[in-house]
């Protein structure tokens, strides 16, 4: 839940420019976990789980690089160690039904964040309690879901700076949405998709600077019949700071607006098979929600190697 580096001491973002970005490298078990199916319709998973690839998750968001575009900053900035989400997960129980279109996930997440390879290592006492998150949803041409997280135990409260922790602690909850449709659909073989999203998120705002968010944007898969590993994608997303978070700001330091809005344009395409560039854009307006701070537009350019073994 640090907003230490590069996206805040440059772009002076508090929530961030970039979603694979970590204030020290580490060689990690990232996922390890075991599946099993209870039935014909139920799934039951454990192990170090990503909470972030089945809950408040959608694909049509998944091309942008700032983090909001992942977990709702709402969520993202509670826990420990932030909650079961990149660099770190976090042992786990999840289960998880689905029959035709119809789905309902429910799980139950070690609240304090670690892996093989963290310097702490996994936390097996479980003293912190446990993140329960579930979501109920439709997918079809599009996906239509809404999701609640709570944690059991009590957290501390969070002011400025960062997200500096009081001796205050609260029960740590909130609420998501997320919908996405295919505009178009695809053409005969064509592969073309045009795909808009909205998500909405809200949180107690006691143990995290935001009492919630939105973000909304458009992904165009294979936009030029040549290239088809091409996509672009549009997004912009906005943090609106808790009125406790912005209560807490010292009397000596700058007035704390309500909120933090991004922009986002960016574009993958593959040079040669398993290498994709991806040039990005991103225009931080009112970052960390800090009149002080000029708004910042960021340039970057993001490399992906993969391959299979097939």
Same mark, same amino acid.
């Given at each position: 839940?640090?907003?230490?580096?590069?996206?805040?001491?440059?772009?002076?973002?508090?929530?961030?420019?970039?979603?694979?970005?970590?204030?020290?490298?580490?060689?990690?078990?990232?996922?390890?976990?075991?599946?099993?199916?209870?039935?014909?319709?139920?799934?039951?998973?454990?192990?170090?789980?990503?909470?972030?690839?089945?809950?408040?998750? @959608? *694909? &049509?968001?998944?091309?942008?690089?700032?983090?909001?575009?992942?977990?709702?900053? $709402?969520?993202?900035?509670?826990?420990?160690?932030?909650?079961?989400?990149?660099?770190?997960? &976090?042992?786990?129980?999840?289960?998880?039904?689905?029959?035709? @279109?119809?789905?309902?996930?429910?799980? +139950?997440? @070690?609240?304090?964040?670690?892996?093989?390879?963290?310097?702490?290592?996994?936390?097996?006492?479980?003293?912190?309690?446990?993140?329960?998150?579930?979501?109920?949803?439709?997918?079809?041409?599009?996906?239509?879901?809404?999701? &609640?997280?709570?944690?059991?135990?009590?957290?501390?409260?969070?002011?400025?700076?960062?997200?500096?922790?009081?001796?205050?602690?609260?029960?740590?909850?909130?609420?998501?949405?997320?919908?996405?449709?295919?505009?178009?659909?695809?053409?005969?073989?064509?592969?073309?998709?045009?795909?808009?999203?909205?998500?909405?998120?809200?949180?107690?705002?006691?143990?995290?600077?935001?009492?919630?968010?939105?973000?909304?944007?458009?992904?165009?898969?294979?936009?030029?019949?040549?290239?088809?590993?091409?996509? +672009?994608?549009?997004?912009?997303?906005?943090?609106?700071?808790?009125?406790?978070?912005? &209560?807490?700001? !010292?009397?000596?330091? !700058?007035?704390?607006?309500?909120? $933090?809005?991004?922009?986002?344009?960016?574009?993958?395409?593959?040079?040669?098979?398993?290498?994709?560039?991806?040039?990005?854009?991103?225009?931080?307006?009112?970052?960390?929600? *800090?009149?002080?701070?000029?708004?910042?537009?960021?340039?970057?350019?993001?490399?992906?190697?993969?391959?299979?073994?097939?």
């Amino acid at each position: 839940r640090s907003f230490r580096g590069p996206t805040h001491d440059l772009a002076g973002s508090i929530q961030g420019i970039d979603n694979i970005e970590v204030s020290e490298g580490r060689l990690k078990v990232y996922e390890a976990w075991l599946e099993q199916g209870l039935g014909e319709h139920v799934m039951l998973k454990t192990g170090l789980y990503d909470v972030n690839s089945e809950f408040y998750q @959608n *694909d &049509a968001a998944g091309l942008l690089i700032s983090p909001m575009f992942g977990v709702g900053s $709402e969520l993202a900035a509670t826990g420990t160690n932030g909650p079961a989400i990149f660099p770190s997960t &976090a042992l786990a129980v999840r289960l998880k039904a689905a029959t035709g @279109n119809v789905y309902g996930a429910v799980a +139950v997440v @070690n609240a304090k964040a670690g892996t093989i390879g963290d310097e702490e290592g996994i936390d097996f006492s479980g003293r912190e309690g446990a993140l329960v998150i579930a979501e109920a949803g439709w997918t079809g041409r599009g996906k239509l879901a809404l999701g &609640a997280w709570r944690y059991t135990h009590k957290q501390p409260g969070v002011i400025p700076p960062g997200a500096t922790l009081t001796e205050e602690r609260y029960f740590s909850q909130g609420l998501y949405l997320l919908a996405e449709q295919d505009l178009l659909g695809a053409a005969e073989g064509d592969g073309t998709h045009l795909v808009g999203f909205v998500r909405l998120g809200l949180s107690d705002g006691r143990t995290t600077p935001f009492r919630g968010g939105w973000q909304s944007g458009v992904l165009w898969e294979r936009p030029f019949a040549s290239r088809p590993a091409s996509a +672009v994608s549009l997004g912009a997303g906005n943090g609106a700071l808790s009125r406790n978070y912005r &209560a807490g700001n !010292p009397v000596d330091s !700058p007035r704390l607006d309500g909120s $933090e809005t991004i922009f986002e344009l960016t574009y993958s395409d593959e040079i040669i098979k398993g290498i994709s560039v991806q040039p990005d854009i991103q225009y931080v307006l009112n970052p960390s929600a *800090d009149s002080t701070i000029d708004d910042a537009l960021v340039l970057g350019l993001r490399f992906r190697i993969a391959w299979s073994s097939h």
